[in-house]
């Protein structure tokens, strides 16, 4: 074996000396018979004569020695390799086109694969990250097959308790803006809070200091913080003494413990990490916590899931989840990357989809090409050409074909990511660098040469089918058209069902978008400036302090030249809003001890409702009247009117939203679009929401509330976005100096952003279905162009016989509408399955939508008689007398 | 000259075996061989001898070497290695098995059938 091998590897890097080495043994054979001959009495020139016949043919000799170590498959791949390119170059405007489409439809794959590969396929940028996990719950069932990361203190103290087979921590998975002070200066940096050991279970070890200890991470344990390399270097100027130095964060005193490695890539935007200190109570009586394990050595995933999932059976009891939920270790990956795996795969499917249309074009050039080629082939298969070789020579075409149109497409990729990354939204936390490396130029390749192999395989097959003699006989003279159409038109219905169904994709998410783009917002969003500020901060833990900030501040905000309101709220319309559970007290419906309603809460303060123009629709908003010690009041939505209290008269009746209190509705105000974080899901909607005065809030409410949320201030002002900016900072340092904006946006910004995600795939479905068109277009351009050049002398005859020319364009253009209807047909079919993968992102719209469809698919017939009766009007150039001559 | 034998199918190799075994030859000294132990009986096709000798050169069975010729020219001469022994072996116990098959059923009598 090895010496076959070395002998094989010795020829193929040696061919000329190989070729060389042969000749000359066989020239010396022939010299020694020769001499031979000559000594049995023969003529010299005899001699040598004879001694060449009886050898036989030296080329062929030398090939069959070739061919006996191994060079036959090379050889002939090179050979196959010059032909191919010698062919293309012979034909540029086939491969012009074949080129370009390729490269559209591989450069818009190259694309997605790049944000797909970083979102979904790299692995983490941890050691050993097969062996990362999510704990999740999976949900099985009706409809929804879906995993959550989130979970309960006490499923983490669970996990951490009694499953052995894993290093296990807890983490927030968001990070949140906080007041951080060093060195003089306050700035609002983003802080995730992760728990003792997290980075030892990512596998990640401090550049300098450590981690937090399980003594730090416990409630009253000591104030420390690790700081990522990045905030070290710019605050800090990579000062290696830094261990033990204090800084201010959230207004207390820290300690600096650690510093993380520069090429530590967290899975938050996150500047510096504090203790998450888990608990049963407070946060982590709800499911605000994500846990991350790694697999002990010698642990299998086996193991560890068998022992989660016994952990999780009672507890997911006790929080009353379905019996058919169970707690499960996934991949981390896959834990961090749940929500955007939808939306990513059908974006690949879609993309895919376009190459499969690209390809299917490209057969179709080939089918016509090979038609043209009729007589080179039955020529070689004449002269004793193998079938096999006729396709593996037509398959380097193709494979040459899908190289150069890879090639390009890289190049057109690489434009596509600098694109992608401009447009992806923000939302897509996409952490992972999305970019063109070797990962997606290896499947790039790889694409290529699958796609030259798929769009080159059926028309090499077919072309090599010949009956020689016909073939060559025929020799283009046939009347009407030659070879059988119909591979070609079953190619071209299946491109255009294959465009309805992006087509239908693309109308429906843009339609979704179309539909959330126009929902009423319930308030106008013009000339108002917001900016968050993080009260996570010790100095603002009772409803004292934060209220005397929002007076003071929102007073000077108010004095601001052009400014006419000004106000605070926990939080905007468009964002998502802390939700609560609630009671109705009175009114025809009554909550028992044992039921509870949910719904968004907000706190105010007066002149929120004017800064928004959000309108009263009865009774009363709120004034400075209602004060921490006046009667708790409330103003509600007309959703939660609708949803809650349907036929009573809402104002007088009483809330109960935790604490004892009873909480008068005192009015009734518009809905306004909120991303919602329970209901139906979908990403905008009006939901039911209880506004509550912010004076009426009390310290310990707000520092939970605070830990998730921050509180924005709003200002509407007639002034310019600078001026309103500049005053707003002004107003807060002379109130509190200590205190950051988070920066500034303008309502409209925000309400732009809250679409981000739709935006991004209704942009990216629609660009693609409307590239699947163009080459459905095209597809029947050519088809119907080839069908003109073929049925040239039938169309000359039949004109000359008295057909008008539109009949002879009907009849050449038909086909193409008649196929574009087939097409049309199956495509709804199809389209209406794959409609069904969509309808978890599609809202306001059925993923069955009728007019979707039947636009769609008029469209697409519209489009297909363009393109059917432009090249059958070459039919008006036709002189029929000169095309019966030209045999 | 007696009369000449076409070279069954597979046999040639065999033959160039059994001709370098005896020492080193050239190509056409292969050929000179067989012609010469066969009493002219085998005549082997020229233009095949060489694609067998690479073909075995190949699987490992003959090595080759440049040298010198009796006439001092240089030729390449092949030889029988370890491997090409044992195959050669193996061959010609194949071959005899072969021979006395066909020799049993060409002998065999009708009323033996």
Partial sequence: ?887 | MGKQVDILQGTLDMLILKAVSLGPLHGYGILLRIQQVSKDALQIPQGSLYPALYRLEHRGWIAAEWGESENKRKAKYYRLTGAGRKQLKSERQEWKRLAVAIGDVLAAEPEEV
């Fill in chain 1, 1 to 887: 074996m090895l010496a076959q091998v070395k002998s094989w590897w010795w020829a193929l890097t040696g061919q000329s000396r190989l070729s060389g080495e042969m000749a000359s043994e066989m020239d010396s054979h022939m010299e020694r018979y020769a001499a031979d001959l000559m000594a049995r009495g023969i003529e010299p020139g005899d001699a040598r004569r004879r001694a060449r016949i009886e050898f036989g043919s030296t080329a062929a000799a030398a090939e069959e020695c070739r061919e006996a170590v191994g060079l036959r498959w090379p050889n002939e791949f090179a050979r196959d390799l010059r032909y191919a390119t010698r062919v293309l170059r012979k034909s540029p405007t086939f491969t012009a086109a074949a080129v370009a489409t390729l490269a559209l439809c591989i450069g818009a794959n190259t694309a997605i694969f790049s944000v797909v590969d970083a979102v979904l396929l790299r692995p983490l940028p941890y050691p050993d990250p097969e062996r990362l996990f999510s704990v999740a719950r999976h949900f099985q069932g009706k409809g929804s097959d879906g995993y959550q990361m989130n979970l309960w203190g006490s499923a983490w103290e669970a996990v951490r308790d009694n499953a052995g087979y894993v290093d296990a921590a807890v983490f927030s998975d968001g990070s949140m803006g906080v007041n951080f002070g060093a060195a003089g200066g306050v700035e609002y940096v983003k802080q995730q809070r992760v728990s003792a050991g997290f980075f030892r279970v990512l596998g990640i070890a401090p550049l300098i200091g450590r981690e937090f200890s399980a003594d730090e991470d416990r409630n009253g344990g000591p104030a420390v913080t690790v700081l990522s390399y990045a905030l070290w270097k710019r605050v800090f100027r990579a000062d290696p003494s830094i261990v033990g130095q204090a800084v201010t964060l959230r207004g207390e005193p820290h300690t600096i413990v650690g510093v993380l490695p520069a090429q530590f890539q967290s899975i938050v935007p996150a500047d510096l990490w504090s203790p998450l200190r888990p608990s049963r109570s407070g946060e982590g009586g709800g499911s605000n916590y994500a846990v991350v394990v790694r697999l002990r050595s010698g642990a299998t995933w086996a193991q560890a899931n068998g022992q989660i999932e016994a952990v999780g059976a009672p507890l997911l009891h006790q929080y009353g989840q379905d019996p058919s939920t169970r707690l499960q270790l996934i991949s981390f990956q896959r834990g961090l990357t749940e929500y955007l795996r939808q939306p990513m795969l059908i974006l690949w499917a879609a993309v895919g989809l376009v190459l499969l249309i690209g390809c299917v074009n490209i057969a179709g050039l080939l089918l016509a090409r090979a038609a043209r080629r009729t007589r080179e082939m039955a020529t070689r298969l004449a002269l004793g050409s193998g079938r096999a070789a006729l396709i593996r020579q037509m398959l380097a075409e193709s494979v040459l074909l899908g190289l150069c149109g890879g090639a390009a497409g890289a190049a057109l990729g690489w434009l596509g990511v600098k694109a992608l990354k401009a447009l992806m939204p923000r939302s897509f936390n996409v952490w992972q660098a999305v970019e063109l490396d070797w990962r997606v130029l290896a499947a790039t390749a790889c694409l290529s040469i699958a796609a030259g192999i798929l769009f080159g395989l059926y028309p090499a097959l077919a072309a090599s089918r010949l009956e020689i003699r016909a073939a060559l006989g025929e020799a283009g003279r046939a009347v009407a058209g030659g070879r059988n159409p119909w591979p070609r038109r079953l190619l071209v219905a299946g491109e255009v069902a294959l465009g309805v169904v992006l087509l239908v994709a693309a109308g429906l998410l843009i339609r979704t978008f179309a539909h959330l783009e126009g929902l009423n917002p319930g308030f106008d969003s013009h000339n108002v400036i917001t900016a968050e500020i993080s009260l996570q901060d010790a100095r603002y833990a009772t409803g004292q302090s934060v209220n005397r900030l929002f007076e003071h501040s929102l007073a000077r905000m108010r004095e601001l030249p052009g400014v006419d309101s000004a106000a605070v709220a926990l939080s905007l319309p468009y964002e998502r809003a802390l939700n609560t559970e609630f009671q109705r007290l009175d009114g025809r419906h009554v909550d028992t001890a044992s039921e509870s309603q949910i719904t968004n809460l907000f706190y105010i303060t007066p002149e929120y409702f004017r800064v928004l123009r959000i309108p009263l629709l009865r009774g009363r908003v709120f004034s400075a009247a209602d004060s921490a010690t006046a009667a708790p009041a409330a103003v509600v939505s007309e959703a939660f009117v609708k949803m809650y209290m349907p036929d009573a008269d809402v104002l007088g009746r009483h809330l109960d939203l935790g604490g004892d209190e009873r909480r008068e509705i005192v009015g009734v105000v518009g809905d306004v679009q909120q991303k919602s974080g329970w209901g139906d899901g979908s990403p905008l909607s009006a939901m039911p929401d209880v506004y509550i005065p912010a004076a009426q809030t009390d310290g310990k409410s707000l520092q939970m509330v605070h830990t998730w949320f921050s509180p924005s201030w709003i200002v509407r002002s007639s002034g310019t976005a600078e001026g309103v900016i500049a005053g707003m900072q002004r107003a807060l340092e002379s109130v509190d100096p200590q205190l950051p904006f988070s920066g500034f946006h303008s309502m409209e910004d925000v309400r732009y952003r809250s679409l981000a995600q739709e935006r991004f795939q209704a942009v990216l479905i629609g660009a693609l279905a409307g590239l699947a068109l163009l080459l459905a277009a095209v597809g029947i351009y050519g088809l119907i162009a080839n069908s003109v050049a073929e049925r040239t002398r039938e169309l000359g005859i039949r004109l000359a016989l008295g057909a008008t020319v539109p009949q002879a364009m009907r009849s050449v253009a038909l086909p193409g509408v008649a196929l574009a209807l087939v097409g049309v047909a199956a495509g709804s079919v199809l389209a209406g399955f794959a409609s069904q993968l969509l309808r978890h992102l599609v809202w306001g719209v059925q993923p069955g939508d009728p007019l979707t469809f039947v636009a769609v698919g008029i469209g697409l017939l519209g489009v297909a008689a363009a393109a059917s009766f432009l090249p059958a009007l070459r039919v008006t150039r036709l002189n029929p007398a000169e095309t019966l001559r030209q045999e």
